[in-house]
């Protein structure tokens, strides 16, 4: 396993245009996160599915935001209608549902909208 | 008031020097993770603890339960270890950051 995987690493984008971005978690893992972090500031978190179900959206995840998990393995992030700020770095995790247990984090994909 | 506090929020120091974070949060936990992230790089997991005390090269983490603290410290520092150091604990199941620690190491 070669951990957890997100695509693309970056992403430039006209300010309109929708974006969407992939995040393969490593395999036995049920729980998958995502989080955006902006520059000097560390990870907010959007939203986290326990294997195919949605079980929390942060209110910075608009209406602009979706994230889907349809097999409750990979994810997708989408972001319609792209703004300025929505430049960041978007981070997905991964973890099993159980005590102790630790998180693995993807190496993000980072998008600028111009 | 943040969950997670972590100082310094910034820290320069001469190559060699043994440096230390420092991480308190409010609330009860189940683990605690220490991270590191470089600059337009992604993050990379250097610890996970839940008591106790854990070791990896020159880096040292602690952590104290009872008084909520966490320290992490990296002995005989080196340039290559200039990066943002963040805590993050487990709430409830999800994960909450610290806003970092930006660590230059100057040769």
């Known amino acids: 396993d070669t951990g957890v995987s997100q695509n693309p690493r970056h992403k430039i984008t006209k300010r309109g245009q929708n974006v969407t971005f992939r995040c393969d978690p490593i395999s036995e893992h049920n729980r998958l996160y995502w989080y955006r972090q902006t520059l000097g500031q560390g990870p907010e978190f959007l939203t986290y599915f326990q294997n195919e179900a949605q079980l929390e959206k942060s209110r910075l995840l608009s209406d602009r935001f979706s994230a889907e998990r349809p097999k409750g393995s990979f994810s997708t992030l989408e972001i319609q209608r792209t703004e300025q700020g929505d430049s960041a770095m978007y981070l997905c995790a991964s973890s099993l549902s159980r005590a102790g247990y630790g998180y693995t984090f993807g190496s993000g994909t980072r998008l600028t909208v111009v | 008031k943040n969950e997670v506090e972590q100082s310094p929020q910034n820290l320069t120091a001469q190559e060699g020097e043994f440096i230390t974070i420092n991480c308190s949060y409010s609330?009860?936990?189940?683990?605690l993770h220490w991270l590191q992230q470089h600059p337009g790089g992604g993050i990379v997991s250097l610890f996970m603890?839940?008591?106790g005390k854990k070791k990896h090269g020159r880096l040292i983490a602690t952590i104290n339960i009872q008084e909520k603290h966490s320290s992490l410290h990296i002995t005989a520092s080196h340039p290559r270890d200039s990066a943002v150091y963040i805590c993050?604990?487990?709430?409830?199941?999800?994960?909450?950051f610290g806003k970092g620690t930006r660590l230059h190491i100057l040769p």
């Open positions: 603890l839940s008591s």
């Open positions: 993050a604990v487990i709430i409830a199941g999800k994960i909450i």
């Open positions: 609330v009860g936990i189940s683990a």
